[in-house]
């Protein structure tokens, strides 16, 4: 694996101009956070979301479990500024400045599209990357952006296919390396791997694990994969309407809440 | 009667060795065909890929129902009631998809079932509803060089719109909240663009006609996404087989003396099939 420390694009996320006294390793800052406060959703009336407080480091992965229905993807939804809500969503970088608009590498759970549409992966960068429309060709720099994105996830070699002839594995690859390009302050994965066999999930979640080292991430992923995602998180949420519950896997997994919840029967 | 912007228009028209060349009503329906084929072409890309066939077949029915507007407030041209009619049809039928309560395709063959009759209704009221039918069938041969430039000026103003919302569209139709992590309000593109299609199947439908102009849309693009291999192919043989789909449909008309839309809808048809075959394997291994 190359060093993240030649990637340019990387920069942006731990910015030059951190001052020095902090003292703060590069490949680990800890020090960027994103911050919910009191996040709350309703919908006609009924409260989906209540009292969120969750604070999401960079190097870390927060893994938000729940039941249908519990308010993971109305999170998700919070966090990406499609929803009304309660409360606040602050983002804090290295230099303990709030970016206007941080970047928010998004992981989407369902994709929407027609797969006998013509679209190619490098055209999905390009619509995502460039302001010159997909339609009339993609400009070289698009295209060695697109590569070294999905050379981030071991995909480079589907820059050229079409979405609809990937397999579901390859298709997360494919998003998980547009998610990453650029570097985001978050990045945020709704249910990345529902349709994935236990073996590609297992290798999704390492390669996760293995990005989120490298590039110091905050990441923000929602599942009820609860006993693979046990062994990969920093951290688990588990979410009913409210946190009932957060804390280290270990922790969590010996909430009876939790264990009633995902019918566990005796401790993994 | 020529009129001087369209001088050399006809100069160069007056060298081809062709019967219909030799007519002005043909060489203004030539530029006309040149102008609205391409431009249904590209937006029909975007139309094919977010399933918006239906709605632009309601928008172009609802025309009816601008008309007989028209007629109600005594507008001497009716196209500014169409308009109108059509901008608000596909303000109500994004508020009816986006509440939620109805499925896409129920929320629009209702509104298209009410406009249309409600269009009949108020027209054939009078007993004269024979004098509309030219919107049915279209009227291409009867364009006017004034016609002509306010679709040139049409075809700028949207291509140029359609190409800085492309993105923000394509990411969309890809996860709707995929595009809303990369781009600002992309729900306001696609609500810009529907409004921009409704005003361009309206503007179009004089000549091509009420009754087949959703086919120009959908055809060329369904054949371009036959030969396509990403989404440039995708766009250019969209433009270039409704170009030649407007062509061959409009000399046809002249020689066999048919309705000049439908004569298009069924060269661009012809061309769908053709790719159909390519596909399948027909012409190439």
């Given amino acids: 694996m190359k060093s993240s420390g030649t ?8 910015p030059e101009e951190v001052p020095a006294h902090h003292g703060i390793a590069p490949h680990s800052c800890g020090e960027c956070c994103t911050t919910l406060r009191d996040i709350g959703v309703r919908y006609h009336g009924v409260p989906v979301l209540e009292e969120i407080n969750l604070h999401l480091h960079c190097g870390e992965l ?57 679209v190619r992966v490098v055209d999905l960068f390009a619509a995502a990357l460039s302001s010159r429309p ?32 990937l397999s579901g594995g390859e298709l997360q690859r494919v998003l998980l390396g547009l998610a990453l390009t650029p570097v985001p302050n978050l990045l945020v994965l709704d249910e990345p791997v529902s349709g ?48 009932v519950c957060e804390g280290t896997p270990s922790q969590v997994l010996q909430d009876p809440r939790v264990r009633q919840a995902f019918s566990l029967e005796s401790p993994l | 009667m020529s009129v001087s912007w369209l001088d050399p228009w006809h100069r160069l028209l007056g ?17 006309a065909v040149l102008l609205i084929s391409p431009l249904l072409g590209a937006l029909g890309t975007v139309v094919v890929a977010n399933r918006m066939a239906f709605f632009s077949e309601a928008v172009g029915h609802a025309a009816f129902t601008g008309i007989a507007l028209g007629v109600v407030f005594g507008l001497a041209n009716p196209m500014w009631s169409m308009i109108g009619f059509a901008l608000l049809l596909t303000l109500a039928i994004t508020w009816v998809r986006r509440r939620g309560g ?33 919107f ?41 909240s995929l595009a809303g992590s ?51 192919s995708f766009f250019v043989w969209a433009v270039l087989l409704s170009l030649v789909a407007g062509v061959i449909g409009l000399v046809v008309s002249f020689y066999a003396s048919t309705a000049t839309g439908a004569t298009i809808v069924l060269a661009a048809m012809g061309i769908y099939l053709l790719t159909l075959l390519g596909r399948r394997g027909v012409f190439v291994s």
């Fill in chain 2, 15 to 31: 060298w081809l060795p062709f019967e219909w060349a030799g007519y002005e009503f043909m060489r203004l329906a030539l530029l």
């Fill in chain 2, 102 to 134: 109805l499925s896409s395709d129920t929320a629009i063959g209702l509104v298209m079932a009410f406009t249309v009759s409600l269009g009949i209704v108020i027209l054939s009221a009078g007993g004269d509803f024979a004098r509309y039918t030219k």
């Fill in chain 1, 134 to 165: 997909a339609c009339l060709g993609v400009s070289s720099a698009v295209r060695a952006q697109a590569l070294e994105g999905l050379s981030r996830t071991g995909a480079e070699h589907l820059a050229r296919r079409l979405l609809g002839t």
């Fill in chain 2, 182 to 232: 990369r781009w600002r309000h992309p729900g306001a593109a696609e609500l810009f663009f529907s409004a921009m299609l409704a005003v361009v199947v309206t503007l179009s439908l004089p000549w091509i006609g009420l009754l087949v102009i959703n086919a120009l849309l959908i055809l060329p693009a369904a054949a371009a996404r036959n030969l396509a291999r990403g989404t440039t």
């Fill in chain 1, 196 to 243: 994935v066999d236990h073996r590609g999930r297992e290798k999704f979640y390492a390669l996760l694990s293995q990005l989120r080292r490298e590039y110091d991430l905050a990441v923000l992923l929602v599942s009820h994969d609860l006993a693979t995602l046990s062994r990969f998180a920093d951290r688990l949420v588990f979410l009913d309407r409210r946190v």
């Fill in chain 2, 136 to 176: 049915l069938i279209g009227d291409m041969l009867g364009i006017t060089a004034g016609d002509v430039a306010w679709l040139g000026v049409l075809a700028l103003v949207v291509l140029a719109l359609f190409f800085i919302f492309f993105n923000r569209l394509l990411l969309a139709c890809v996860s709707p």
């Fill in chain 1, 7 to 14: 990637d340019p694009l990387r920069q942006r996320n731990l």
């Fill in chain 1, 62 to 118: 927060t893994a938000v479990i729940g039941e249908n229905g519990a308010g993971k993807t109305t999170l998700i939804r919070c966090l990406l500024g499609e929803i009304p809500h309660q409360g606040e969503v602050h983002f804090l970088d290295a230099a303990h400045r709030r970016p206007d608009s941080p970047v928010i590498g998004y992981v989407p759970q369902h994709l929407s599209f027609d797969r006998e549409s013509p």
